[in-house]
């Protein structure tokens, strides 16, 4: 699943080494809001899944462990 | 705050639309985007085709067009107005009100009131607000609203949060007295520490116009923007719209002991797709009932997008039928508000085209 994320994540900002850059994704300002917007959507085909409204919230974003277990929680 | 009004209805809505067409394929270069990456973002926020005014064209012109219009096709008649509101973040200018520069353009009588009142997102429940509560009074039996904004000639072309989104455009809408019982609810806040989640910073009285506040200045994400452009922090306004509004639905539908089945439509202010979406599957709304097709047609005109709604996606058939129907504003101030009423047998719901 980390691999499958970490893909989706280089997919929307392929200038980004997500295997040294696992955390403070947000804090570091490595991800706005507008790539949020185009991660969550990849996920959520990725993974079939509906991300609700209420975990879309930065620090469920903010290191690649947190995304897996945000997706987990649904899966 | 919960305000009920009785015996008032909406009887016509107009919306003007500048006829330019911008895509987003044209513009997506501007921004700090591969084409790939800008056109899967274009399907998620509803980035499409957008109206904008030209250089000349002001709030002003974009109403009297439409009022004009309704003069001209006998929708309207100039000596039954008895108040005269423009809601609007775009005047002609700081002094005097626009609305009072409409009234002249148009030659309304001296005793119809003028009022402008500065407000976006939320504006079409403000506007509809301040018409409920003018037509209390016995002297007063027909109302005007306008909702106008050019936002577009404020947006920086190097902001690929905003640019993509705001479109421009105009909305009359007519508010009376009704013989028939009519129920009105109203539920409004407002949260003003927030004042600074959308905001033009500069150009007015705080921080004037100087060679500073137009230099464009590059933020960490790569969008460029003056201090006279607008700011939207996305993350924010995505949180407060996706907590308060289902917040205030929940208040709404205890306090009038309702289901959300009870209405026929929910027509929202649409600041994106994705965020609209999002509230919909929160508060368990149908697509069907929650229509969000307004950015990706015309863009986020701010305080016309749900009387754009309306027109857009009931047209004529809110002339012949009855709906009840939930309006919802959310957005800049910050200010959000849901109005639960009926939309019957309206005598004109259409849009037409600013030609100039």
Redesign the interface.
């Known amino acids: 699943m980390e691999n499958k994320i970490i893909k989706i994540l280089k997919k929307t900002k392929p200038n980004i080494n997500f295997l040294k850059n696992k955390k403070d994704l947000i804090k570091k300002s490595i991800l706005d809001s507008f790539d949020l917007v185009t991660i969550i959507s990849e996920i959520e085909k990725a993974f079939n899944i509906n991300i609700k409204a209420n975990d879309i919230i930065a620090k469920n974003f903010d290191s690649i462990s947190k995304i897996v277990k945000l997706v987990k929680k649904y899966i | 705050m919960k305000l009920k009004f009785y015996n008032k209805k909406i009887t016509g809505i107009l919306s003007i639309l500048p006829k330019n067409k911008v895509y987003f394929k044209d513009e997506m270069n501007n921004y700090n985007f591969?084409k790939k990456?800008s056109l899967?973002?274009a399907k998620?926020?509803g980035y499409s085709t957008r109206r904008v005014v030209n250089k000349k064209t002001s709030v002003s012109d974009l109403c009297v067009f439409g009022l004009n219009y309704l003069f001209k096709n006998k929708l309207l008649k100039k000596d039954k107005v008895d108040a005269l509101i423009l809601v609007t973040q775009s005047p002609d200018y700081f002094l005097p009100p626009t609305s009072n520069v409409i009234s002249g353009k148009i030659n309304l009588r001296s005793d119809v009131i003028c009022l402008d009142i500065n407000q976006g997102c939320a504006g079409y429940e403000v506007g509809l607000i301040q018409a409920f509560m003018l037509l209390e009074q016995k002297s007063i039996s027909k109302v005007v609203i306008l909702n106008a904004d050019i936002l577009s000639k404020k947006v920086s072309i190097k902001d690929?949060?905003s640019r993509p989104l705001i479109g421009d455009g105009a909305s009359i809408t007519i508010v009376e007295k009704s013989k028939t019982k009519e129920e009105i609810n109203v539920y409004i806040k407002m949260d003003g520490k927030k004042y600074d989640s959308l905001i033009i910073p500069a150009g007015a009285f705080k921080q004037p116009t100087n060679s500073n506040t137009k230099n464009l200045k590059k933020d960490?994400?790569g969008n460029s923007r003056s201090l006279e452009n607008l700011l939207m922090k996305?993350?924010d306004i995505?949180?407060f719209i996706?907590?308060k509004i289902p917040e205030m639905l929940k208040e709404m539908y205890k306090d009038l002991k309702i289901k959300k089945e009870y209405f026929d439509y929910f027509f929202f202010h649409q600041p994106n797709k994705?965020i609209l979406e999002?509230?919909a599957?929160?508060i368990e709304i149908p697509n069907s009932k929650l229509p969000s097709n307004i950015v990706e047609n015309f863009g986020n005109g701010s305080g016309i997008t749900v009387p754009l709604n309306i027109c857009f996606n009931l047209g004529s058939k809110a002339k012949k039928n009855n709906y009840k129907v939930c309006l919802g504003g959310f957005g800049v101030g910050l200010t959000w508000s849901i109005i639960a009423c009926n939309i019957k047998k309206l005598s004109f719901c259409k849009i037409i085209e600013f030609k100039k």
Do not use: A, E, P, W
Request: hydrophobic residues 40%.
């Open positions: 591969t990456q899967k973002l998620i926020m690929r949060n960490k994400f996305g993350d995505f949180n996706i907590t994705f999002k509230l599957n929160t």
